[in-house]
């Protein structure tokens, strides 16, 4: 007799009768994959699929959290938490300088404008984001966000905000220079030193740059964030290339945001 054979008829014996069989009945309906996906906020309190995470930003500008110079309040965020944490739920959310024009343009609060920092007249006004004392400012307005809220249990993730429409890092035609080179992490225009800044008030960084100041004139300045190291940071994507290369070359753990999915006004 063939040992082989022999061999293989035993071998097929034991999974007769060691293997259990388990059918799963077909699911066609949606299902959770907590952390990832999509978010539905134009309808945020009835979504139209089951959501774990919470999102809020249209009413969220700057200028309603720092109402004055120094004087910094996240009640709102706060609240937010709490009312996620009592349906089970985590929060997320954006603070934008600069919103679209039906939702107010610039979010600069009133007392830094004053101060005599450029507001670029456009559709919608936007600050000069090359400008040293908005960035000084912003960058102070993120570092007291993190003192609040960095590590908070309650919070699913937060915006890397501070550029562009809705602080959603879109390109702005005639204003964001990469230097002729948008496919780097790297560049030496001001827009793009700007940016960089910008986006280290949230992932944590140092450097010089050159900005300028409130005569228009380029100056040099240096600064140091620690940045947010423990609540999970998502970049919005819109455009700029170089903002991800940047900040992938620095923290590997940043999300990605793409927004408008979906949209019927959309191109696929």
């Known amino acids: 007799m063939n040992i082989q054979l022999v061999a293989l008829s035993a071998f097929l014996l034991i999974l007769q009768t060691t293997c259990l069989r388990v059918e799963l009945p077909i699911d066609n309906s949606a299902f959770t994959n907590p952390g990832i996906g999509f978010q539905a906020f134009a309808n945020r309190d ?3 699929l089951e959501e774990t995470v919470t999102y809020k930003r249209k009413d969220y500008g700057w200028m309603n959290f720092n109402t004055a110079e120094n004087s910094y309040d996240f009640t709102e965020i706060l609240s937010e938490v709490s009312k996620a944490k009592l349906a089970n739920k985590t929060f997320s959310f954006r603070i934008a300088n600069m919103k679209g024009l039906t939702d107010g343009g610039s979010q600069v609060p009133a007392w830094l404008v004053s101060k005599g920092i450029k507001i670029v007249k ?11 004392t908005f960035q000084d400012y912003w960058g102070k307005f993120i570092t007291a966000m993190i003192n609040v ?4 249990d309650g919070i699913s993730f937060i915006d890397i905000a501070g550029y562009g429409n809705y602080s959603s890092w879109n390109w702005i035609d005639g204003y964001t220079d990469c230097g002729g080179n948008c496919d780097s992490g790297s560049g030496t225009s001001l827009d793009f030193q700007a940016r960089k800044r910008l986006l ?3 992932i944590g960084g140092s450097g010089t740059i050159t900005c300028l100041d409130l005569s228009q004139k380029e100056t040099s300045v240096s600064y140091s964030y620690a940045g947010f190291q423990k609540t999970q940071l998502v970049l919005p994507y819109a455009g700029i290339r170089q903002n991800h290369y940047y900040v992938l070359t620095k923290r590997s753990d940043i999300g990605l945001r ?3 999915a979906g949209n019927p006004d ?3």
């Open 258 to 260: 793409q927004d408008c």
């Open 122 to 132: 456009g559709n919608p006004d936007f600050p000069d984001f090359r400008d040293c």
């Open 200 to 202: 280290d008030a949230f």
């Open 266 to 268: 959309q191109a696929p």
């Open 46 to 48: 009835n979504p139209i």
């Open 149 to 152: 809220l960095d590590g908070n």
